[in-house]
């Protein structure tokens, strides 16, 4: 279901809440996914993030993700800003719920974010890097889009980026 979505198959909001149902992912399960995020992160993310923020760029994770899965990779990263979907779990950990009313959960959601981050940080100059079809929402959003295919070569995705990159490392090279 999630590759269909990210394929551009069927909309994501098709299968955002059904999944979910079908995972019923607890805290712990959360937690562990994230930690998986850091030791399969892209090999060149902290240092390109650490160059970017130095030229001056505010890097920001959008993602139809889980919020508690992705803050450790953000730390890690040096992310301060999370645009992901809050997971709710009870006492127990167990999971209950999820943000329902994120716009990541649904088709057309993240360029909605991207307006709304664009109104907060006022930039001069604006990108987005992404694998999905609902990444590449975001191309009228921004001055470049970059489609990234180190784990997955999406053809939509990459036929509709700006640019297309298989390493966060040359990334920077694009936004000079």
């Given at each position: 279901m999630?590759?269909?979505?990210?394929?551009?198959r069927?909309?994501?909001?098709?299968v955002?809440?059904?999944?979910?149902?079908?995972?019923?992912?607890?805290?712990?399960?959360?937690?562990?996914?994230?930690?998986?995020?850091?030791?399969?992160?892209?090999?060149?993310?902290?240092?390109?993030?650490?160059?970017?923020?130095?030229?001056g760029?505010?890097?920001v994770i959008?993602?139809?993700?889980?919020?508690?899965?992705i803050?450790?990779?953000?730390?890690?990263?040096?992310i301060?800003r999370?645009?992901?979907?809050?997971?709710?779990?009870?006492?127990?950990?167990?999971?209950?719920?999820?943000?329902?009313?994120?716009?990541?959960?649904?088709?057309?959601?993240?360029?909605?974010?991207?307006?709304?981050?664009?109104?907060?940080?006022?930039?001069?100059?604006?990108?987005?890097?992404?694998?999905?079809?609902?990444d590449?929402?975001?191309?009228?959003?921004?001055?470049?889009f970059?489609?990234?295919?180190r784990?997955?070569?999406?053809?939509?995705?990459?036929?509709?980026?700006?640019?297309?990159?298989?390493?966060?490392?040359?990334?920077?090279?694009l936004?000079?």
């Amino acid at each position: 279901m999630t590759n269909d979505a990210m394929d551009g198959r069927i909309p994501l909001e098709q299968v955002f809440a059904r999944r979910l149902e079908i995972i019923r992912p607890g805290r712990a399960e959360t937690e562990a996914v994230g930690q998986l995020y850091i030791k399969e992160v892209e090999p060149t993310a902290q240092a390109t993030v650490a160059a970017l923020k130095a030229a001056g760029w505010i890097p920001v994770i959008v993602s139809a993700g889980y919020t508690q899965a992705i803050e450790p990779l953000a730390r890690w990263l040096g992310i301060d800003r999370i645009e992901a979907v809050r997971l709710d779990f009870d006492a127990a950990g167990r999971y209950a719920g999820f943000d329902t009313a994120h716009p990541a959960t649904r088709q057309g959601g993240k360029p909605e974010v991207v307006r709304a981050l664009k109104k907060e940080f006022q930039p001069v100059r604006s990108a987005a890097v992404g694998d999905g079809v609902s990444d590449l929402e975001t191309k009228a959003e921004v001055n470049l889009f970059v489609g990234f295919g180190r784990y997955v070569t999406r053809a939509k995705v990459q036929a509709g980026a700006h640019a297309f990159i298989n390493s966060l490392a040359e990334l920077p090279t694009l936004l000079k």
